[in-house]
């Protein structure tokens, strides 16, 4: 599914349209040009059905040089390592949890509490995955003509990272589990807060501020809905909901 001129959703799962594999997150592609990247790999349980899609749209495989993670779980990693041997890419993730996936550490990664809730198929487990680049706050990833600025967004998880790239005019922000776009009860912006180890509100707290003032046009989360226009509206309001003595809703 084409999303803007050189931005495309190649896979999604039961969070978000069934795109692909049912336990995918939101998987975009980003077309520089000369080179492609994906954001985000999916659970890998099935690889096949995004690997489907980039050709649906005329992307030649070996353009996709580059995988870049938001984070370490395993519905956003667990494809890294299928992926990197598929496509030839490298793989990048933040520097806090380059371990997780170079270990696939079922603790770490929080799959040891995900799996009795359903959250992968029974039996799931993660392929550890050779990390080529740990990337942190201030970092930016060229992808053929575009650069991507990396924000560190430490809260829903330690290495939790955010990018933004302006694309046709329009500052697009991949933010992955740390702002959801689910506009219900009167609520747009919501965070996914864990009762599992790595899970930090007071981080998350002072990330949310980072990303206040950044005039997001297009917000892309890794699951359930994304917006095309003031995406900041829907960062504003997570940013307003930290502003309270509540801890902000979350989609968890
Ligand atoms: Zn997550």
């Known amino acids: 599914m084409q999303i803007l001129d050189d931005i495309y959703l190649v896979g999604s799962g039961r969070t978000g349209i069934g795109l692909s594999n049912e336990y995918d997150c939101h998987i975009y592609l980003i077309d520089g040009g000369d080179e492609a990247a994906l954001i985000d790999a999916g659970s890998g349980v099935n690889v096949e059905p995004l690997l489907c899609n980039i050709a649906v749209h005329g ?35 933040g520097e806090a949890e380059a371990k997780i996936v170079e270990t696939a550490d079922v603790e770490a990664s929080g799959l040891n509490v995900a799996l009795p809730f359903g959250i992968y198929p029974p039996g799931y487990v993660m392929i550890p995955c050779p990390v080529d680049r ?5 970092d930016t990833v060229t992808v053929g003509r575009y650069t991507l600025q990396v924000i560190a967004t430490p809260g829903h998880s330690p290495g939790s990272l955010c990018y933004l790239v302006k694309v046709a005019g329009q500052r697009v922000l991949f933010s992955g589990d740390t702002i959801q776009f689910c506009p219900v009860a009167g609520q747009t912006g919501w965070i996914s807060l864990l009762n599992a180890p790595g899970t930090d509100l007071n981080a998350y707290r002072a990330s949310v501020r980072r990303l206040a003032n950044l005039n997001v046009d297009v917000l892309l989360s890794g699951h359930r809905l994304f917006t095309l226009c003031n995406g900041q509206r829907v960062v504003d309001a997570v940013v307003k909901g930290f502003e309270t003595l509540a801890i902000p809703r979350s989609v968890i």
Do not use: P
């Not at 993670?69 to 990197?84: E, K, Q, V, W, Y």
């Not at 740990?134 to 201030?138: A, E, F, Q, S, Y």
């Open 134 to 138: 740990r990337l942190g706050d201030g």
């Open 59 to 93: 992307i030649a495989a070996s353009k996709v040089r580059t995988l870049i993670l938001t984070h370490a779980h395993a519905d956003h990693s667990g494809g890294a390592a299928a992926l990197r041997v598929r496509l030839g890419c490298r793989v990048l993730v």
